[in-house]
Every structure is written in structure tokens, then in C-alpha cells.
């Protein structure tokens, strides 16, 4: 599990297809060392680490999620969130994010405004009933709070420190990042829409 504080971002290292899968390798920014079978969010996706060497580690994506992530368009130096998960001792400073993308939002604007930027993104998904005005979100693996929302359009405020250590400084119109709804309101909507005629009046 992962709170969507981000640690660090690093490079994309090696791009290598294993039959519909894809093996991704990292330049590895983690001093204190990491291990096989360690669990790292990489732009809100949890990925295994299968392999670690001197100062790279390899993941390996599979053809689902390939399918519905913006990993597919991954290109060599691209820069990629990344957050390990957490640990029981630790502060809860985010929300609660699983590292499982429901789908991917296409950036429509992104605005200067007093010291912060104002990001707009249009969601592949109808976002009734899974996003709320001040309620969480995580994008690209960041934990962001809702600052206005449509049902298939939201935006966020992002301030200098956020966006200056993640990807979004990187980001630009037109392109996709990764979403991951709060998956307490995913768990009520699941409630509500199998009880549904309990609630119809």
C-alpha cells in the first residue's frame, strides 16, 4: 500500500518486449538499496521488482496493464514517479492508493496562477460517484485533492514543491497520466449501486 507522497523520480533505463509483456528497466535513485520482490508505485502503478543490479532494477508490465496505463508510451529517459510503499510506523501523510490504475485522463490545460499551477484533466471514465470536490485523487501516483470536478472533467492546484520533485513539470497538453480513484468512494458506489433499489424512491 502507498500514500501518494512521492519520493523521488528517476529515468527510464531499458525498454525490452517479452512477448506481449514489457520489461522496464530504472536507473535506480534509492541510496539505502533495494531487493527482488520489493513493491514500488511507478506512476500509481505497484510493481514487483524482479531483477536489481549495480544501479538499475528491472519490472516487468503486463499486456492489461500496458492496456490501460500511460506506461505503453513510455519512451527512454522518460522521468517516472516513484514511491515505496509504506511502512507501518510511518505517518499517514496522503490517502489511501493501492498502486491498481482504473484508467488514464488526458490533460487539457495547465495554468500559472499565484505561484501554482492549475492542472484540468478529462478522465477516459465517468467520474460520478468516484471523485468529489476536496476529496482525494491520485495521478501519476500523487496524492492530489479535487478542486472542482464534472463528471468526466477535474482539476487540481499543484504547488512549487510538488511539482518541481515529480513528473509534472514534465507533463504537457495532450498528454495521459494515470488515475487511481479513492478507494473508499469506490466501495460505496459498489454498495450503493448493488442496493440500488433500496435507495429508489
Given at each position: 500500500?502507498?500514500?501518494?507522497?512521492?519520493?523521488?523520480?528517476?529515468?527510464?533505463?531499458?525498454?525490452?518486449?517479452?512477448?506481449?509483456?514489457?520489461?522496464?528497466?530504472?536507473?535506480?535513485?534509492?541510496?539505502?538499496?533495494?531487493?527482488?520482490n520489493?513493491?514500488?508505485?511507478?506512476?500509481?502503478?505497484?510493481?514487483?521488482?524482479?531483477?536489481?543490479?549495480?544501479?538499475?532494477?528491472?519490472?516487468?508490465?503486463?499486456?492489461?496493464?500496458?492496456?490501460?496505463?500511460?506506461?505503453?508510451?513510455?519512451?527512454?529517459?522518460?522521468?517516472?514517479?516513484?514511491?515505496?510503499?509504506?511502512?507501518?510506523?510511518?505517518?499517514?501523510?496522503?490517502?489511501?492508493?493501492?498502486g491498481?490504475?482504473?484508467?488514464?485522463?488526458k490533460?487539457?490545460?495547465?495554468?500559472?496562477?499565484?505561484?501554482?499551477?492549475?492542472?484540468?484533466?478529462?478522465?477516459k471514465?465517468?467520474?460520478?460517484?468516484?471523485?468529489?470536490?476536496?476529496?482525494?485523487?491520485?495521478?501519476?501516483?500523487?496524492?492530489?485533492?479535487?478542486?472542482?470536478?464534472?463528471?468526466?472533467?477535474?482539476?487540481?492546484?499543484?504547488?512549487?514543491?510538488?511539482?518541481?520533485?515529480?513528473?509534472?513539470?514534465?507533463?504537457?497538453?495532450?498528454?495521459?497520466?494515470?488515475?487511481?480513484y479513492?478507494?473508499?468512494?469506490?466501495?460505496?458506489?459498489?454498495?450503493?449501486?448493488?442496493?440500488?433499489?433500496?435507495?429508489?424512491?
Amino acid at each position: 500500500m502507498f500514500t501518494g507522497i512521492i519520493e523521488c523520480t528517476t529515468q527510464v533505463h531499458g525498454l525490452d518486449y517479452e512477448k506481449k509483456n514489457l520489461c522496464i528497466t530504472f536507473k535506480n535513485p534509492f541510496s539505502d538499496g533495494i531487493k527482488i520482490n520489493q513493491s514500488i508505485s511507478h506512476n500509481g502503478v505497484c510493481f514487483t521488482i524482479i531483477d536489481v543490479k549495480k544501479k538499475t532494477y528491472s519490472v516487468i508490465v503486463s499486456e492489461e496493464t500496458l492496456r490501460c496505463t500511460n506506461l505503453n508510451v513510455l519512451k527512454m529517459k522518460d522521468e517516472v514517479n516513484l514511491e515505496r510503499s509504506m511502512k507501518i510506523n510511518e505517518r499517514f501523510n496522503g490517502h489511501i492508493v493501492q498502486g491498481h490504475v482504473d484508467t488514464t485522463a488526458k490533460v487539457l490545460d495547465i495554468e500559472r496562477k499565484n505561484g501554482s499551477w492549475l492542472f484540468s484533466f478529462k478522465s477516459k471514465k465517468n467520474l460520478s460517484g468516484l471523485a468529489v470536490e476536496k476529496g482525494s485523487i491520485a495521478v501519476n501516483g500523487i496524492s492530489l485533492t479535487i478542486i472542482k470536478c464534472t463528471q468526466h472533467i477535474f482539476n487540481v492546484s499543484i504547488i512549487p514543491y510538488t511539482y518541481e520533485k515529480t513528473n509534472l513539470q514534465f507533463i504537457k497538453i495532450g498528454d495521459f497520466v494515470n488515475i487511481e480513484y479513492d478507494i473508499l468512494g469506490k466501495y460505496v458506489r459498489d454498495y450503493m449501486n448493488s442496493n440500488s433499489k433500496l435507495y429508489t424512491i
